[in-house]
């Protein structure tokens, strides 16, 4: 939960449809319905996706906060409507109902990687139904619709986010940092990978496993740049914006490692190879000539791009289903299969902006205060003012 800029999101993945209110937008910023929608496409797509994409095509309806194409600073609350719902209406449905809809869609074997078993024994519940629905990634398009918000904030003081994939199974890019600019034709890639080789392995790692009735992980990378220099601090545990970053990637669903710039590096480089070092060019001031720190030293961004790497697990519904057991006779059983993905590495970089633009958001408004933009320009007009007292113009 941000410290300013706060959201919750609700919905289940076959129910009506995904909500999420964001508190603490400041007035006056931009908002586009239509940049909204353009992300959430963006999470749908991807090489690897199943057949719920193809239903459902996700358009976000703006229930308040914003007023003729601003933010008013009142909460804004966003629905996407799951358009897969009336398929579900009964099973879904919050009224009592024949025990025939809640048979229907039943799902009785946990599937290992799912929350099912663990939602079952925190619930107490024995129709993993009422677990999945919420576990699922479908709540992901809450997180992206909010995102869009952060970003349009975000982009209103000079920071853009973006993202890539890095890894597909044993695909993977060259050695060497991406740069931004290489990031611009990201989104013609059916994998979202800048590399065209790379991008050919990895729609082959994905085919090979589809092929097998597996799944298949890799690794994203997401970055901002413009983000100010002395987001977050080192003064409380709390307040360090890499664990704040590492924290909202790690919550998306399937990522189980976080790493702020060349981290993973970390343990097997030396300190002189790691560390950035600081240079001074009369002209344009302080330079940092490698980044692999990510942005961040001590939990503040030091004015570099921001980067983290994302490991996302594969995905746990298998056609060539685990072993599990019937939790109503404890028979041994193949775990069940809902209808599911390959292949969700694309995705989960779109997921990833989202996170971070929430953070960085968060941050900045945390940095600068105000209630509207232009009270969080002038502030941040004034922090540059300072900085470039003490780092030069940059
Ligand atoms: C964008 C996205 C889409 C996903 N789609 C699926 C899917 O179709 N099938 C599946 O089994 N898991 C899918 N997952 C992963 C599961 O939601 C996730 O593994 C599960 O919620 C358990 O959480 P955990 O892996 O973080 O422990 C998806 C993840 C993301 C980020």
């Given at each position: 939960m941000g410290l300013v800029l706060r959201f919750l999101t609700a919905g289940e993945s076959h129910g009506p449809g995904l909500t999420v209110?964001?508190?603490?937008l400041p007035a006056g910023v931009?908002?586009?319905r239509e940049a909204i929608d353009a992300d959430l496409r963006r999470r749908q797509g991807g090489y690897g996706r199943g057949g719920r994409m193809k239903i459902e095509t996700d358009a976000v309806e703006i229930l308040s906060g914003v007023r003729h194409g601003r933010s008013l600073g009142s909460p804004v609350s966003l629905v996407v409507r799951n358009r897969d719902h009336e398929n579900w209406a009964d099973v879904m449905s919050p009224d009592p109902q024949p025990a025939s809809a809640r048979e229907r869609r039943r799902l009785r074997y946990p599937r290992p990687g799912h929350a099912d078993l663990a939602g079952a024994l925190k619930y107490g519940t024995d129709d993993l139904r009422n677990v999945l629905?919420?576990?699922?990634?479908?709540?992901?398009?809450?997180?992206?619709?909010?995102?869009?918000l952060a970003k349009a904030l975000l982009r209103a003081t000079g920071t853009e986010v973006r993202s890539h994939v890095v890894r597909i199974?044993?695909?993977?890019?060259?050695?060497?940092?991406?740069?931004?600019?290489?990031?611009?034709?990201?989104?013609?890639?059916?994998?979202?990978c800048v590399d065209a080789a790379a991008a050919e392995a990895m729609i082959a790692e994905i085919d090979r496993a589809k092929k097998d009735g597996d799944t298949v992980g890799g690794v994203v990378e997401v970055i901002a740049r413009g983000a100010p220099p002395g987001l977050g601090s080192y003064v409380q545990w709390d307040r360090r914006l890499?664990?704040?970053?590492?924290?909202?990637?790690?919550?998306?669903?399937?990522?189980?490692?976080?790493?702020?710039?060349?981290?993973?590096?970390?343990?097997?480089?030396?300190?002189?190879?790691f560390h950035d070092e600081i240079l001074w060019d009369a002209g344009t001031g302080l330079e940092r000539p490698t980044n692999r720190a990510?942005?961040?030293?001590?939990?503040?961004?030091?004015?570099?791009?921001?980067?983290?790497l994302a490991v996302v697990k594969p995905i746990p519904t298998l056609l060539i289903a685990l072993r599990s057991v019937d939790l109503a006779t404890k028979e041994p059983q193949k775990a069940?299969?809902?209808?599911?993905?390959?292949?969700?590495?694309?995705?989960?970089?779109?997921?990833?902006?989202?996170?971070?633009?929430?953070?960085l958001a968060d941050a900045l408004l945390e940095k600068t205060g105000g209630d509207s933009l232009d009270e969080v320009l002038a502030h941040l007009e004034a922090t540059r003012a300072g900085q470039a007292r003490l780092a030069g113009p940059r």
């Amino acid at each position: 939960m941000g410290l300013v800029l706060r959201f919750l999101t609700a919905g289940e993945s076959h129910g009506p449809g995904l909500t999420v209110v964001v508190d603490g937008l400041p007035a006056g910023v931009p908002v586009e319905r239509e940049a909204i929608d353009a992300d959430l496409r963006r999470r749908q797509g991807g090489y690897g996706r199943g057949g719920r994409m193809k239903i459902e095509t996700d358009a976000v309806e703006i229930l308040s906060g914003v007023r003729h194409g601003r933010s008013l600073g009142s909460p804004v609350s966003l629905v996407v409507r799951n358009r897969d719902h009336e398929n579900w209406a009964d099973v879904m449905s919050p009224d009592p109902q024949p025990a025939s809809a809640r048979e229907r869609r039943r799902l009785r074997y946990p599937r290992p990687g799912h929350a099912d078993l663990a939602g079952a024994l925190k619930y107490g519940t024995d129709d993993l139904r009422n677990v999945l629905e919420r576990a699922s990634a479908r709540e992901t398009t809450a997180r992206v619709a909010a995102g869009a918000l952060a970003k349009a904030l975000l982009r209103a003081t000079g920071t853009e986010v973006r993202s890539h994939v890095v890894r597909i199974g044993r695909a993977g890019m060259p050695e060497g940092l991406v740069a931004w600019e290489a990031l611009d034709c990201v989104e013609e890639s059916p994998v979202r990978c800048v590399d065209a080789a790379a991008a050919e392995a990895m729609i082959a790692e994905i085919d090979r496993a589809k092929k097998d009735g597996d799944t298949v992980g890799g690794v994203v990378e997401v970055i901002a740049r413009g983000a100010p220099p002395g987001l977050g601090s080192y003064v409380q545990w709390d307040r360090r914006l890499d664990g704040r970053i590492a924290q909202a990637l790690m919550s998306i669903h399937a990522v189980k490692a976080v790493a702020i710039g060349e981290g993973f590096a970390g343990g097997v480089t030396r300190g002189s190879l790691f560390h950035d070092e600081i240079l001074w060019d009369a002209g344009t001031g302080l330079e940092r000539p490698t980044n692999r720190a990510g942005g961040l030293e001590g939990g503040v961004t030091n004015g570099e791009e921001v980067r983290a790497l994302a490991v996302v697990k594969p995905i746990p519904t298998l056609l060539i289903a685990l072993r599990s057991v019937d939790l109503a006779t404890k028979e041994p059983q193949k775990a069940s299969v809902e209808r599911s993905d390959t292949c969700v590495v694309p995705a989960a970089g779109v997921v990833a902006e989202a996170m971070l633009a929430l953070v960085l958001a968060d941050a900045l408004l945390e940095k600068t205060g105000g209630d509207s933009l232009d009270e969080v320009l002038a502030h941040l007009e004034a922090t540059r003012a300072g900085q470039a007292r003490l780092a030069g113009p940059r």
